[in-house]
C-alpha cells in the first residue's frame, strides 16, 4: 500500500546524487518504523505509465523515524532523473512503507560492510543504528568510490568516525583517484579484498558481513571472503546495480500449455490464467493491481512470496537468501510457471 507524503527537504551530496526526506505524518510513524537497513518503494506516473523505484533509507532506525533516502542518477533512468532535476520541496510523491531483509537487528558483535557507490546508503543506517544502542558493538565500513567527489554521505560516515572513534573504523577506497594518504588507488575486487582483509582484521571473528552495491563488486567480495573460510550464513548481500555481464536468466524450461496461477494477498485468494510469456506477477497484476513490486528485475524483493504448491521457473534472483529459497519464497517477478497450477501466498 503506498500513501502520499510530502517532501520535507532535498540535500545535493553530489553532482549526480541527492538525499530526499519525507515528512511522515503521527498517525504513519509506526507504518514507517523501520529497520535499519531496509528499503522503501516510490512510484510516479509518467504519460500515462507507473514507475516505481526502489531506495534504502539512510537515517538510524527510531521510534520517530525520519524517513531519509538517498537517489543517485542512472542513465536513461527516469525517476531519478525526476528527483534530481524536477522533484522540489512540498512535492507529494507516493511512499511504500519500508521493505527488505539487508537487515541488521542491533546486537553485541563485530560486523563489516564492504559497499561500493550508491550501496553506502542502507549500510550507514545499519551501522549508525547498531552503534547508537549497542556500546559493546564494532563496525568497520570500507567502502569504494570512484572519487572524493563521487562519493556519496561524506559527511554522515565523518560523523560516525568522530563520534565514536574506538568501535567505527573506515577505510575508503577510490578507483579513479590518487591520493597522498590511506591505500592505492584501484578496484575493489576479489583478488584485492582477499589480501586487504585479513591484513585489516581477523575474519574469523566478524559477526556479520554486509555487502551492497553493483552486482560484480558484492559477487567479488562474496568470493574473496568464501575463500578466506567465511561461512555463507554471515554473508548479507544487496545487488544495487547490474553490471554488464551479470548472472544471465535461468535456463528456459518447458512451460505448460495452459496454466493458471492462484495467489492471496491480503487475505484475498484468487485464480487466473498466466498467459504465454508471462511472469506470476504479471499475471497476479492483470487481476490485483495492488500486488506488491518495485523493481521486477529479481533485485528488490518487494514481491517475495511464498511457493505453496506446484513449481516454477526463476530466471533471477538477487535480493533472496539461500535460506529463503530453501523455506519456498520466490519472487514473484522473475518465477513463471513450470507446472499447470501455480498456488503464492504473499501474505506470509
Not at 530526499?20 to 500515462?48: C, K, M, N, S, W
Not at 516505481?52 to 537515517?59: A, E, G
Request: charged share 25%; net charge negative; hydrophobic share 40%.
Amino acid at each position: 500500500m503506498f500513501h502520499p507524503l510530502q517532501v520535507r527537504e532535498i540535500e545535493r551530496l553530489t553532482d549526480d546524487a541527492v538525499a530526499v526526506t519525507f515528512t511522515v505524518p503521527p498517525e504513519l510513524r509506526a507504518t514507517f518504523r523501520h529497520t535499519p537497513g531496509q528499503h522503501i518503494a516510490l512510484r510516479r506516473t509518467v504519460d500515462g505509465r507507473e514507475i516505481r523505484r526502489t531506495y534504502s533509507i539512510c537515517t538510524p532506525a527510531t521510534d520517530d523515524p525520519v524517513l531519509r533516502v538517498g537517489i543517485r542518477l542512472v542513465e536513461d533512468g527516469t525517476f531519478s532523473t525526476y528527483a534530481l532535476k524536477e522533484l522540489a520541496v512540498g512535492d507529494t510523491v507516493d511512499v511504500m512503507a519500508p521493505a527488505g531483509r539487508f537487515t541488521l537487528v542491533p546486537r553485541p558483535g563485530r560486523f563489516v560492510g564492504i559497499v561500493g557507490g550508491s550501496g553506502i546508503t542502507p549500510v550507514l543506517s545499519i551501522a549508525g543504528t547498531l552503534l547508537a544502542r549497542q556500546s559493546d558493538a564494532h563496525f568497520c565500513l570500507i567502502r569504494s568510490d570512484r572519487t572524493t567527489a563521487s562519493a556519496m554521505f561524506l559527511e554522515e560516515v565523518a560523523d560516525l568516525k568522530d563520534r565514536y572513534p574506538e568501535r567505527f573504523q573506515l577505510v575508503h577506497v577510490l578507483s579513479r583517484e590518487e591520493r597522498q594518504t590511506g591505500l592505492p588507488s584501484g578496484r575493489l575486487d576479489q583478488e584485492r579484498l582477499r589480501t586487504l582483509l585479513p591484513a585489516l582484521l581477523r575474519t574469523d571473528s566478524v559477526d556479520g558481513w554486509f555487502l551492497c552495491g553493483p552486482y560484480g563488486l558484492v559477487q567479488g567480495a562474496e568470493q574473496a571472503l568464501r575463500a578466506l573460510g567465511v561461512p555463507r550464513t554471515r554473508i548479507h548481500e544487496e545487488i544495487f546495480h547490474l553490471d554488464n555481464g551479470a548472472a544471465a536468466p535461468a535456463p528456459a524450461t518447458t512451460v505448460p500449455a495452459h496454466s493458471t496461477v492462484t495467489a492471496t494477498l491480503d487475505g484475498r485468494s484468487g485464480t487466473w490464467p498466466v498467459h504465454d510469456g508471462e511472469s506470476l506477477l504479471e499475471a497476479v497484476l492483470r487481476n490485483r493491481p495492488d500486488a506488491p513490486y518495485a523493481c521486477k528485475g529479481g533485485v528488490c524483493g518487494t514481491c517475495r512470496a511464498f511457493l505453496v504448491s506446484g513449481e516454477i521457473r526463476m530466471d533471477r534472483n538477487f535480493a533472496l537468501e539461500s535460506e529463503e529459497v530453501d523455506a519456498g519464497y520466490v519472487l514473484a517477478c522473475q518465477s513463471h510457471p513450470a507446472t499447470e497450477q501455480v498456488e503464492l501466498d504473499f501474505d506470509r
